[in-house]
């Protein structure tokens, strides 16, 4: 099972707990990932990953830090780091591995086999 129902205190949000089936993270990206919410002051935050229209081929990846899980997220911990996506974008990154490059053309990089196509510049993708 990819997610689950969580158990939830009253007054919390409705989030779900997946698992690295879903996404997961390379220990580089996990550090990477780690150090940056260290740096913003969100030592318990999450990255959220998300698809959204645009880029070369369709569609492109949105990430972002945040200090927790929204209503309807998934929530899924990989390599130390809380990782969120929201049901919709699940559809497109499940079974994706994201990973880190620390080189003059690296970065973040999203290996995500459901990708039918993606660009040259490798920053959008069609399914």
């Known amino acids: 099972m990819i997610a689950s129902g969580a158990s939830k205190p009253a007054g ?3 989030f779900r707990v997946g698992d690295e089936r879903l996404i997961k993270l390379t220990a580089s990206a996990a550090a990477k990932v780690g150090s940056l919410l260290t740096k913003q002051g969100r ?3 999450v990255l959220r990953v998300a698809v ?3 880029g070369c081929s369709g569609l492109q990846y949105k990430m ?3 200090d927790g899980p929204a209503n ?3 929530l899924v911990e990989t390599s130390g780091v809380r990782v969120v996506v929201d049901p919709k974008s699940a559809l497109y990154v499940t079974g994706s591995e994201l990973d880190y490059l620390d080189a003059l053309d ?3 990089k999203v290996k995500n086999p459901n ?3 993606s660009c040259s510049c490798g920053e959008s993708f069609s399914a």
């Open 115 to 117: 990708a039918a196509t």
């Open 72 to 74: 309807r997220d998934i």
């Open 52 to 54: 959204v229209g645009g």
């Open 43 to 45: 030592p318990g935050g």
């Open 64 to 66: 972002d830090l945040q």
């Open 106 to 108: 690296g970065g973040f």
């Open 12 to 14: 919390t949000f409705g």
